[in-house]
């Protein structure tokens, strides 16, 4: 790994299922995020994604890519565009630095209105993050 490789796109179909179920893995019951009506009456054409659902993905994304050993360590992402469902959000990063066995990746999920979510993050590779929950 250094500077500058770039991960592979992963494509993430946005559908009813994975915004609703998202929300409630995540203890989010806000309605915007589970019932279209009252989404609309609040101004939004439909359902979206919450960013707990969000910050999952993108950590799958990661993780993914560096394998079951990675840790991470920070994840600092800003929302921008909503995910709506029948939406197709693709994640794309790019390694900026690397200290060690610590990379820290650039990480942008685009879907049909723009960047759905822009960030960055830190993660430990190879054996370098010990045990979870051991800081290295």
Same mark, same amino acid.
């Given at each position: ?29 806000? #309605?915007?995020?589970? #019932? ?19 910050? &999952? ?6 993780? #993914? ?64 993050? &010990? ?6």
């Amino acid at each position: 790994m250094k500077v500058g490789d770039e991960l592979a796109p992963l494509e993430i179909p946005v559908t009813r299922t994975l915004i609703v179920s998202g929300a409630v893995a995540s203890r989010d019951y806000q #309605d915007v995020h589970h #019932d279209p009506v009252l989404a609309r009456e609040k101004g939004s054409p439909d359902i979206f994604m919450n960013i707990l659902t969000t910050n &999952g993905l993108v950590g799958r994304y990661i993780t #993914d890519h560096f394998g079951p050993a990675s840790r991470l360590r920070s994840v600092r992402i800003r929302l921008g565009a909503p995910n709506y469902p029948g939406d197709t959000m693709t994640l794309t990063g790019t390694v900026t630095a690397v200290e060690g066995e610590v990379a820290e990746v650039r990480v942008t999920g685009a879907n049909g209105l723009g960047h759905h979510v822009t960030g960055t993050v830190r993660v430990a590779v190879s054996g370098a993050a &010990g045990p979870i929950g051991e800081a290295s």
